[in-house]
């Protein structure tokens, strides 16, 4: 009796912190022009590329954070779900739509092709799979796939588009038509907005599983697949099924990449973009929930406000010093800004591995532990005093 | 009974959309008859936008990009010695910023990437809103922000891009190149081409695979097929690629004895090397000397180059060893600021920073449709060019084009290239209606 009551308050806490957890979420991400103002990130292009790029390594660490599976070739999806959506801006309609849908459904289709071969291997092999595969894409969109992605110009909207579905309903209306949800423009703030809340679904979605069997079930593959096996549970389809899963969620990002700004480049495509998603999640915190989610916030802002720093910014910011002081800062710091934003993010990188190997996550619960045992410790003291 | 279900559904169907689009078109009706993105209002300054390659394949002409537009920005707040200010006409300009507000500028790293470009540009629009932005050194990338500034309502003052689409195909209303293309390259050395190498040749293309290789491609092509020779092969190369030897092995047994190199900037200088060193030019072909065409470069190219351009026959918009007053006086002004000579990029970035400047001077004020209109059909003088014309019909500008050779025996690390022929301007010039596409509405 008191253990069925017992199962059932846990069960009644796990569920008010998960509904907690998306709440807290939910109004982070939607107030983010607010608490991102003083730091000057505060404008709708960084803000859609934060969010976005948040669904994308969400996504990843699906496969990253609960299989362990260290896929070197995800930055595919994110083009493919690009392509596909400006495709369907040039052929269907500019809502958006119908574009996110095919993006995530072809990319989804890519992951499980993609997925089916690379799975049969895992570690470094699988690793070596997914790279070669996303190379191929990288060099077929530059070759033998022009015409579908128009090579290194990039697949852009044109004024005379066949456009089908809009074109039925209206005359096109002079000059290039944007991106719209049923009339409300994706440029700007409310662009950014629809951004957020697509992200604030795919947090639900992956948290839900995380917490789910299925979820369970790829963080023991992490933890040792040969006894999965033995075991007799065969892991290739919950593999792949990850797989998929985190393509499709690329794939959703590399769509809404394209709805606030309709333009598709196979650059999106290239290793780098790989990678970049690679520092991100580790950066943040390997198979956390909101670890991913910190690394893009850190990467993006440096490639973006970092990158822009130039020596007059440092000199008006050093100016309180005298001259001397002034000059001798301005040049200690700025190998770091402008143009060596990578300086600072490789070092950034190393201190991180080096000290905390689970990332930005692991700091806070080191940060939250001492905090707490010193708590514990103080009480206890007191109560030794008494 | 079908057919009238047919009507009823259409028009259900157009009332639904009427309804959706109602949103968009009250936030529309909000703005002010003539209020327009980042209009500077009554602020003291105005900010511009420099958005070149800082990193990759063209960052040498970036950084010199760079280095004219911090140039330009000191002579219209009237620092220096005023520069191109002093030989330009007709001119409005007053040395005291623009419209009496003081010139701030931000910049970017285009990465030479499209995706990069586009972020930088809206940042730049977005976040520090600026009223223009120009820069370039890749078409792809020049025609990717021309259609951001033509959707944001900012206008763009191209800087060096030579595709034949960035005035042609893909023109925009927002769009500006004060750079010559592809098309006049290709006018320009015909006959040069017949001079000295016949009509009877066989061409062999090694060409960037984007716009700008592209159509570059297909003018020198027209060109020379229109001179008779033949087009053995055309080979597209990937930008950036470092090595080009598998490229350049192939021609060594195609039969060719023409090639033409349609690579810019670190590639061409790649390429040219590895063409050199493959013993190219020492070759005999079909009892002729196997000859090297590079249809655009640059002086900044011919240093990274070497002896290897030595000779080699080329286009170039300017060049600083030109006469006329106009490029002494810049030349001079970007000597004593840098302490070195201007490349063609700087010419171009500075003088469409100073064209901008002037057409709003010319409007009375920073409002794009307006400023637009001054720009169209403006013509001047004393740039560096000579005569003037920004053609209104497709924005890309009008003037006499150079072509220049390596110089065989330079007498100093800068003075790299002969100037063969300066071509006039009436045998560049083409119809505007030849490209295709479409400027777009004044107003977005």
């Given at each position: 009796?008191?253990?069925?009551?017992k199962?059932?308050?846990?069960?009644l806490f796990k569920?008010q912190?998960d509904?907690?957890?998306?709440?807290?979420?939910?109004?982070?991400?939607?107030?983010?022009?607010i608490?991102l103002?003083p730091?000057?990130a505060?404008?709708p292009?960084?803000?859609?590329?934060?969010?976005?790029?948040?669904?994308?390594?969400?996504?990843?660490?699906?496969?990253?954070?609960l299989t362990?599976?260290?896929s070197?070739?995800?930055?595919v999806?994110?083009?493919?779900g690009?392509y596909?959506?400006?495709?369907s801006?040039k052929?269907?309609?500019?809502?958006?739509?119908?574009a996110m849908l095919?993006?995530?459904?072809?990319s989804?289709l890519?992951?499980?092709?993609?997925g089916?071969?690379s799975?049969r291997?895992?570690?470094i092999?699988?690793?070596?799979?997914?790279l070669?595969?996303?190379?191929?894409f990288?060099n077929?969109?530059?070759?033998v796939?022009i015409p579908?992605t128009n090579g290194?110009?990039g697949l852009?909207l044109?004024?005379?588009?066949?456009?089908i579905?809009d074109?039925?309903f209206s005359?096109?209306?002079?000059g290039?038509?944007s991106?719209?949800l049923f009339?409300?423009?994706m440029?700007?703030y409310?662009g950014?907005y629809?951004c957020a809340v697509?992200?604030?679904?795919?947090f639900?979605?992956?948290?839900?599983?995380?917490?789910?069997?299925?979820?369970?079930?790829?963080?023991?593959i992490?933890s040792?697949q040969h006894r999965?096996r033995?075991?007799?549970s065969d892991?290739?389809?919950?593999?792949?099924?990850?797989f998929i899963?985190s393509g499709m969620f690329?794939g959703l990002?590399?769509?809404?990449?394209?709805v606030?700004?309709?333009?598709?480049?196979?650059?999106?495509?290239?290793?780098?973009?790989?990678?970049?998603?690679i520092?991100?999640?580790?950066l943040?915190?390997v198979?956390?929930?909101?670890?991913?989610?910190?690394?893009?916030?850190i990467?993006?802002?440096l490639e973006?406000i970092?990158s822009?720093?130039?020596?007059s910014?440092?000199?008006?910011?050093f100016s309180?010093?005298?001259q001397?002081?002034?000059?001798?800062m301005?040049a200690?710091v700025?190998?770091f800004?402008?143009?060596?934003w990578?300086?600072t993010?490789?070092?950034l990188f190393?201190?991180?591995?080096i000290f905390?190997p689970?990332?930005?996550m692991?700091?806070?619960?080191?940060?939250k532990?001492r905090?707490?045992?010193?708590g514990?410790?103080?009480?206890e003291?007191t109560?030794k005093?008494e | 009974?079908?057919?009238?279900y047919?009507?009823t559904?259409?028009q259900?169907a157009?009332?639904?959309?009427?309804?959706?689009?109602?949103?968009?078109?009250?936030?529309?009706?909000?703005?002010a008859?003539n209020?327009f993105t980042?209009?500077?209002?009554?602020?003291?300054?105005?900010?511009?936008g420099?958005?070149?390659p800082q990193?990759?394949?063209?960052?040498?002409?970036?950084?010199?990009?760079?280095?004219?537009?911090?140039?330009?920005v000191?002579?219209?707040?009237?620092?220096?010695d005023?520069?191109?200010?002093?030989?330009?006409k007709p001119m409005?300009?007053?040395?005291n910023g623009?419209l009496?507000?003081?010139?701030?500028?931000?910049?970017?790293d285009?990465?030479t990437k499209?995706?990069a470009?586009r972020?930088s540009?809206k940042r730049?629009i977005?976040?520090?809103?600026v009223?223009?932005f120009?820069?370039?050194?890749?078409?792809?990338?020049a025609i990717?922000?021309?259609g951001?500034?033509?959707?944001?309502g900012v206008?763009?003052?191209a800087g060096?891009?030579?595709?034949n689409?960035?005035t042609?195909k893909?023109k925009?209303r927002?769009g500006?190149?004060?750079?010559f293309?592809a098309?006049m390259?290709?006018?320009a050395l015909?006959?040069?081409l017949?001079?000295?190498m016949?009509?009877?040749?066989k061409?062999?293309h090694?060409t960037a695979?984007?716009?700008?290789?592209?159509t570059?491609e297909?003018?020198?092509q027209e060109?020379?097929?229109?001179?008779?020779w033949?087009?053995?092969?055309?080979?597209?190369?990937?930008?950036?690629?470092?090595?080009?030897s598998?490229?350049?092995t192939p021609?060594?047994n195609s039969?060719?004895?023409?090639?033409i190199?349609n690579h810019?900037?670190?590639?061409?200088i790649?390429?040219?090397?590895?063409a050199v060193?493959?013993g190219l030019?020492?070759?005999?072909v079909?009892g002729?000397?196997f000859e090297?065409i590079?249809?655009?470069?640059s002086?900044?190219?011919a240093?990274?180059a070497g002896k290897n351009?030595?000779?080699?026959?080329?286009?170039?918009?300017?060049?600083?060893?030109?006469e006329?007053?106009?490029?002494?006086?810049?030349?001079k002004?970007?000597?004593?600021?840098y302490?070195?000579?201007?490349?063609?990029a700087?010419?171009t970035?500075?003088?469409q920073t100073l064209l901008?400047?002037n057409a709003?001077?010319?409007?009375g004020?920073?409002y794009?449709?307006e400023v637009?209109r001054?720009?169209?059909?403006?013509?001047?003088d004393g740039?560096?060019?000579?005569p003037?014309?920004?053609?209104?019909?497709?924005?890309?500008?009008?003037?006499k084009?150079?072509?220049v050779r390596g110089k065989?025996?330079?007498?100093?690390?800068?003075?790299?290239?002969?100037?063969?022929?300066?071509v006039p301007r009436?045998?560049?010039?083409y119809?505007a209606?030849?490209?295709g596409?479409?400027?777009?509405?004044y107003?977005?």
């Amino acid at each position: 009796m008191m253990n069925s009551i017992k199962q059932q308050l846990m069960n009644l806490f796990k569920k008010q912190s998960d509904l907690t957890t998306i709440l807290l979420f939910a109004a982070g991400v939607l107030t983010m022009p607010i608490w991102l103002d003083p730091i000057g990130a505060n404008y709708p292009d960084l803000l859609q590329k934060f969010v976005i790029f948040g669904i994308f390594a969400v996504g990843y660490n699906i496969l990253f954070g609960l299989t362990g599976y260290l896929s070197f070739g995800h930055a595919v999806f994110l083009g493919v779900g690009s392509y596909t959506a400006v495709w369907s801006f040039k052929l269907f309609t500019m809502n958006v739509l119908p574009a996110m849908l095919f993006a995530t459904l072809i990319s989804g289709l890519i992951a499980a092709a993609i997925g089916f071969v690379s799975m049969r291997r895992s570690g470094i092999y699988f690793s070596i799979l997914t790279l070669a595969f996303a190379q191929m894409f990288y060099n077929l969109a530059y070759s033998v796939l022009i015409p579908i992605t128009n090579g290194e110009t990039g697949l852009q909207l044109r004024m005379h588009d066949i456009r089908i579905i809009d074109n039925y309903f209206s005359d096109p209306a002079p000059g290039l038509p944007s991106t719209e949800l049923f009339g409300m423009s994706m440029n700007g703030y409310s662009g950014f907005y629809f951004c957020a809340v697509v992200l604030i679904l795919a947090f639900y979605v992956a948290m839900k599983i995380f917490r789910s069997p299925f979820g369970m079930k790829l963080k023991a593959i992490k933890s040792n697949q040969h006894r999965m096996r033995y075991t007799g549970s065969d892991t290739r389809p919950y593999l792949i099924t990850a797989f998929i899963i985190s393509g499709m969620f690329a794939g959703l990002a590399g769509a809404l990449l394209a709805v606030t700004d309709p333009l598709a480049g196979a650059e999106r495509m290239q290793w780098t973009a790989s990678g970049e998603v690679i520092l991100m999640t580790i950066l943040g915190g390997v198979g956390t929930l909101f670890g991913p989610l910190l690394g893009v916030g850190i990467i993006k802002y440096l490639e973006n406000i970092f990158s822009t720093i130039n020596e007059s910014v440092l000199q008006q910011f050093f100016s309180f010093l005298p001259q001397w002081g002034e000059n001798f800062m301005v040049a200690i710091v700025s190998p770091f800004v402008g143009d060596g934003w990578h300086l600072t993010l490789g070092i950034l990188f190393m201190i991180i591995i080096i000290f905390l190997p689970g990332g930005l996550m692991e700091g806070f619960q080191k940060i939250k532990k001492r905090y707490l045992t010193k708590g514990v410790k103080d009480s206890e003291s007191t109560t030794k005093q008494e | 009974m079908s057919e009238k279900y047919d009507i009823t559904r259409r028009q259900f169907a157009k009332a639904g959309l009427a309804v959706a689009a109602m949103p968009m078109f009250y936030t529309k009706g909000v703005w002010a008859a003539n209020d327009f993105t980042n209009n500077p209002g009554s602020s003291s300054t105005v900010t511009l936008g420099f958005n070149v390659p800082q990193t990759g394949a063209y960052a040498d002409e970036g950084a010199d990009e760079l280095r004219a537009f911090k140039l330009a920005v000191k002579h219209l707040n009237g620092q220096g010695d005023s520069g191109l200010m002093n030989t330009m006409k007709p001119m409005n300009l007053k040395g005291n910023g623009i419209l009496g507000k003081k010139v701030t500028y931000v910049t970017g790293d285009t990465q030479t990437k499209s995706d990069a470009a586009r972020a930088s540009a809206k940042r730049m629009i977005e976040k520090d809103g600026v009223v223009m932005f120009s820069g370039g050194s890749s078409s792809g990338v020049a025609i990717a922000v021309q259609g951001l500034a033509q959707e944001l309502g900012v206008i763009f003052m191209a800087g060096l891009t030579h595709s034949n689409d960035t005035t042609g195909k893909d023109k925009r209303r927002y769009g500006f190149r004060h750079f010559f293309n592809a098309k006049m390259s290709g006018s320009a050395l015909g006959p040069v081409l017949k001079d000295e190498m016949g009509t009877d040749r066989k061409a062999y293309h090694l060409t960037a695979d984007y716009t700008w290789g592209w159509t570059q491609e297909q003018s020198i092509q027209e060109t020379t097929e229109g001179l008779g020779w033949s087009t053995t092969a055309k080979v597209r190369t990937p930008v950036g690629a470092g090595d080009f030897s598998q490229f350049i092995t192939p021609v060594l047994n195609s039969g060719a004895d023409v090639l033409i190199l349609n690579h810019y900037g670190k590639d061409m200088i790649n390429s040219l090397t590895q063409a050199v060193q493959f013993g190219l030019r020492d070759k005999q072909v079909n009892g002729k000397n196997f000859e090297i065409i590079v249809p655009l470069y640059s002086r900044l190219m011919a240093q990274g180059a070497g002896k290897n351009l030595q000779g080699i026959l080329g286009t170039a918009n300017w060049d600083w060893q030109l006469e006329d007053e106009g490029s002494k006086a810049f030349v001079k002004s970007f000597g004593t600021e840098y302490g070195f000579p201007p490349s063609m990029a700087a010419q171009t970035c500075y003088v469409q920073t100073l064209l901008y400047a002037n057409a709003c001077e010319n409007a009375g004020t920073f409002y794009p449709p307006e400023v637009i209109r001054q720009l169209e059909g403006f013509e001047f003088d004393g740039m560096g060019n000579g005569p003037t014309e920004y053609r209104a019909e497709d924005h890309q500008c009008f003037k006499k084009v150079l072509v220049v050779r390596g110089k065989a025996n330079p007498s100093s690390q800068y003075d790299l290239l002969d100037i063969v022929k300066e071509v006039p301007r009436s045998e560049v010039e083409y119809d505007a209606s030849i490209f295709g596409g479409e400027l777009g509405p004044y107003k977005v």
